[in-house]
């Protein structure tokens, strides 16, 4: 049973940091794509940013030299760093996993930038 679970988000100052982790369990972390999206209310989830299995990456432009995707193999754990916070980035962040051409959700984490 795959599992996902997100953590690290909170409140924070504009132009702070956070750091959101996804802790994975049940699938072979290393061999599988994974991404970062966020939802607002009444807004469609929205990508963010994603990792390949190899490593390469790629970001939205509202966050690209802002935020920064990375994976730990062995910790079987996706991160997503994010700096320099803007008030448009509060929303519900999602991580995803791509396994099997089946697309598996953590529950989300909170993150609210406001001073």
């Known amino acids: 049973q795959v599992q996902l679970v997100e953590s690290g988000g909170g409140l924070v100052q504009p132009g702070g940091s956070l750091r959101l982790s996804c802790a994975a369990s049940g699938l072979i972390f290393r061999d599988n794509y994974m991404d970062w999206a966020r939802q607002v209310p009444g807004k469609q989830r929205e990508f963010v940013a994603a990792?390949?299995?190899?490593?390469?990456?790629n970001y939205a432009e509202s966050v690209k030299g802002r935020f920064t995707i990375s994976r730990d193999n062995a910790q079987n754990t996706g991160y997503l760093q994010m700096n320099s916070l803007k008030p448009e980035d509060t929303a519900v962040y999602y991580c995803?996993?791509?396994?099997?051409?089946?697309?598996?959700w953590g529950q989300g984490t909170q993150v609210t930038v406001s001073s």
């Open positions: 990792i390949l299995s190899g490593g390469d990456t």
């Open positions: 995803r996993m791509r396994s099997a051409g089946v697309d598996f």
